[in-house]
């Protein structure tokens, strides 16, 4: 990691009609960071993310992500970044290998290189003899971390999760996040959503959002000293009964 901002948000707002999503957020993101961005529901999270990916637009401030700009380059910040959504977007009735092939394409990977890397990583997973097999008869563990290597299979400089470990056991969760450092290692900086506080604590910052405001933005150790709280889950229970947005 080092003190490069490969994320810039200044002032972010985004109103739906009279309602303020997200209020005049503002932070920044290093490269190689792992960045937990937390908050309870409806806190603003996604919202604030899919402007990040250039998939909405700001009501007022702005931003920029891998160098562009977030409202005029939009277009450039969506080819080189991955996003894995709560509901990720694997082709069900195509087998493991089929999917990698797929997002090799779509994300402009050439043939020989989705060849190469494909095989690398179902070995990795050790996935390699399931890769005829239909996703949709996977557990939903395989699932996730399949989605997560689809989603940073073209080698993006930023990966957005959005609650990429619903539903599992801590077990999972624990292997997927053995993945997250991989991809961190390698260079990936991991920008995720999350509402496992034991997760909050694998991240290098991270912020907490209530009510559409970052109200503490630190290390997971800075903000348990700062909150005397022996945990995570005590900072963050502490921030966010402050919520009056009610989902
Ligand atoms: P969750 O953890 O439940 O996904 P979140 O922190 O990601 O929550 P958002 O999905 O960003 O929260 O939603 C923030 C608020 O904005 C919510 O009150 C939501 O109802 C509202 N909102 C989101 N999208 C729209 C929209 N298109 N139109 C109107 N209101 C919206």
Known sequence: MNNEKVITVTDLTKRFGKFTAVDNISFHVNRGEIFGFLGANGAGKTTAMRILCGLSRPTSGGGSVAGFDIIKEAEKIKRRIGYMSQKFS??????????????G?????????????????????????ERNRR???LPLGWKQKL?????????????????????????????????IYRAAADGITIFVTTHYMDEAE????????VDGRIEALDTPE????RFSADSMDAVFYLLARRAKRQE
């Open 202 to 209: 694998y991240c290098n910052r991270v912020s907490i959002m």
């Open 147 to 179: 989605a997560f290597s689809t989603a940073i299979f073209h080698r993006p400089e930023i990966v957005f999760l959005d609650e990429p470990t619903g539903g599992v056991s801590p077990e999972t969760r624990r292997q997927f996040w053995e993945l």
């Open 90 to 103: 694997l082709y069900e009735d195509l087998t493991v290998l089929e999917n990698i092939r797929l997002f």
């Open 222 to 225: 800075n903000l348990r000293e």
């Open 105 to 129: 394409g779509i994300y402009g990977v050439p043939d020989k290189e989705i060849k190469r890397r494909g095989e690398e990583l179902l070995r990795r997973l050790d996935f390699y003899d």
């Open 135 to 137: 996703v949709k008869s």
